[in-house]
């Protein structure tokens, strides 16, 4: 199983991106995937997660509203849009996956698949 979030840059205050977690070896629209993120000098914060049998989705409270977390099971990808960015949103973001349809408690950094982090920078 492998993950691929990619997305990431460099953008303004206000402004928008949109992530996107690509998997192969596992079908994703059957389990839970959720994102992550770790800030320099900041404590890890789980971000979102969409469950898989009612499509459910999860928000932080420092992201609801501005987050967007869905799925493309046509292409076995997950995308989270990010809009009104903030500079405290500055992070690497992770996706996540596991054998499990309901998203679990935590910052899902321990569901068992994680793919290589993306960068997001928000800065003027």
């Known amino acids: 199983v ?23 070896g ?3 629209e ?4 959720g ?3 770790q800030a320099p000098g900041k ?10 049998m009612n ?10 509203g501005r987050f967007t977390l869905s799925r493309d099971d046509a292409s076995n990808t997950v995308s989270l849009r990010m809009d009104s960015l903030k500079p405290e949103d500055t992070a690497v973001y992770y996706c996540t996956t596991d054998h499990t349809s309901h998203c679990p408690p935590g910052d899902y950094y321990n569901m068992r698949y994680r793919g290589e982090g993306t960068l997001v ?4």
């Not at 499509?55 to 609801?64: L, Q």
């Not at 920078?121 to 003027?124: D, E, K």
């Open 30 to 33: 059957y389990y839970a995937v």
């Open 2 to 24: 492998q993950l691929q979030a990619s997305g990431g840059g460099l953008v303004q205050p206000g402004g928008s991106l949109r992530l996107s977690c690509a998997a192969s």
């Open 55 to 64: 499509g459910n989705t999860y928000y932080a409270e420092s992201v609801k």
């Open 43 to 52: 404590e890890r914060e789980g971000v979102s997660c969409i469950n898989s």
């Open 26 to 28: 596992i079908t994703l």
């Open 35 to 37: 994102w992550f993120r």
């Open 121 to 124: 920078t928000v800065s003027s």
